[in-house]
């Protein structure tokens, strides 16, 4: 007899890292580990918690490897850190990370202005990360994430057959899977329908996770345009926390909080219990005072006679 | 020869009535009339400006008549105005609206609430407006807004039969088109394919708009299900005016300028330059100092490369 699984979408929460290394105020390894805590204890199945990079770089980062350690003692939760190299790669793999991700850029000028490689470079990047994992780690989860896949703000359009073409040499390069990410905020949803069709054509089971922004308020409709793509994994951040460049309420990434209720309310389950998520606000707030935090489902609150499926069927 | 459709989905601007119905300040009449002039000029094509109702319940649409008599002066451009009754529809009909729009809620709690009338009740209101109309004014159409058809913060689920059986019923009434709103913002992409499936398979072309609200963020998502199911006219708020009422950013309306990028993003056609409607945001600050604007478009400005479908292809 199986077991039910817990969740039809994975949500993987990139606050941790994509939104603390975005914001200028750094939260106390304490309070990240509290955070992270409260995820968890929210039913969250998989989160980014650092990245390995220079402290000179992102001082905000410089406890990845402790904040690491913490985290892979929750059991059956995948913690992941980002690393822009090889160097990142090992201190990663050494703090005990499940799974860490590349950016990998589709874009030359962003990709030279991002990690100061080319992206044929950072697919040399992967070959090598893939190499040591396999002699040091091979349990480990290796993803590239293709930035700028649908955009760049310096050379604007980028070809729909180079962000094919470097997610599929990224995978033959040893990656796992390879994901697209809306780093701008530029996708529409006729977009990502479109490229991760193509992706998951080209990659099957390699295909991986949607990134999308909502910096021009497309952030929701383009998870909903991956989804019936069949895309299952999707990054967001709790609160939007991770690049606000504009007005209030302009966020950087996805609102976890408004994506969960966004798949539960369509009867689509993520395992996670929507209050207890709402809850880690205030784990979130605790650890970066005057920080703002974004969404739209936790001032409105849950609707009257809501029904959250992952918490209701099972 | 017959010329190319001017667009492929209508938006359908609500913001003069729905927007300044909600705000506490009254606009002047002349700021009124040079905002929807500054919405025809970016290439709307539909405006709802004023509500038919006494102006002692409402002092900001006291001037209906005057705006509509307006508003009517721009050739090809539908004038829609609200009347909650026959009264309403009257005075509307007389100053020369082209369509009037009842709001006939699934919810008699919410009904009541509204209107101090049973759905019932407005689905007889619908009849003798219908007659009327007949009589003193056969070119107008009469739109019935099926309201809290997502769900209703009175009474929380609204059985989905009960509101198709209320769409039809008013179309039996006479009304020209039923359309479903999702005034508590509860919707759901799945259940708004859902309901509009069932819409456009019991009303046919008598099938209305999606009128959509972003409270808990779903607006455009919302939409985009909606365009799915075969919907193309779409109600929508310059700046998201109407209804704030949780914390900043959670708006009531969808936001129109939001709403173009997306369609126009996807390569489907509004009609709308998106540069001449950023514009018109100008004339209706004007018009109300001091109120907040929404809109995720409007701070982070158009993607580079961005091509709008509108106004390249034609």
Request: charged fraction near 15%; proline fraction near 6%.
């Amino acid at each position: 007899m199986s077991l039910p699984p817990r969740f039809d979408v994975l949500i993987s929460e990139v606050g941790p890292r994509d939104g603390l290394q975005s914001v200028s105020a750094t939260m106390s390894t304490v309070h990240k580990c509290a955070w992270i805590d409260a995820l968890v204890d929210s039913g969250v199945q998989e989160i980014e918690v650092g990245s390995f990079v220079s402290p000179k770089l992102l001082p905000q980062m410089a406890d990845a490897a402790q904040v690491v350690s913490h985290a892979v003692a929750h059991p059956g939760v995948t913690i992941m850190a980002l690393v822009p190299n090889l160097k990142g790669a090992e201190a990663a793999m050494r703090a005990g990370a499940h799974k860490i991700t590349l950016p990998v850029s589709a874009s030359p000028a962003h990709s030279i202005a991002n990690v100061r490689q080319t992206p044929a470079q950072m697919v040399e990047q992967v070959r090598a990360i893939a190499a040591l994992r396999d002699e040091i780690a091979p349990g480990v989860h290796i993803e590239a994430g293709i930035s700028t896949a649908f955009g760049c703000t310096l050379q604007g359009l980028v070809p729909e057959d180079e962000v094919i073409a470097l997610a599929a040499a990224c995978v033959a390069a040893g990656a796992d899977e390879s994901g697209l990410s809306d780093t701008t905020g530029m996708a529409n949803p006729a977009q990502v329908r479109r490229l991760f069709t193509r992706l998951r054509s080209e990659l099957g089971e390699r295909a991986g996770a949607a990134h999308m922004h909502n910096t021009r308020g497309l952030g929701l409709a383009n998870c909903l345009a991956a989804y019936e793509a069949g895309v299952r994994t999707f990054d967001s951040s709790q609160a939007g926390l991770g690049g606000c460049p504009y007005a209030p309420g302009a966020s950087g990434n996805v609102v976890t909080e408004d994506l969960v209720f966004m798949f539960e309310a369509m009867g689509i389950r993520t395992g996670i219990d929507i209050e207890r998520l709402l809850a880690a606000r205030n784990a979130l707030a605790a650890g970066l005072p005057g920080e703002a935090l974004y969404g739209m489902l936790p001032p409105a609150g849950l609707p009257k006679g809501f029904v959250a499926h992952s918490y209701s069927a099972d």
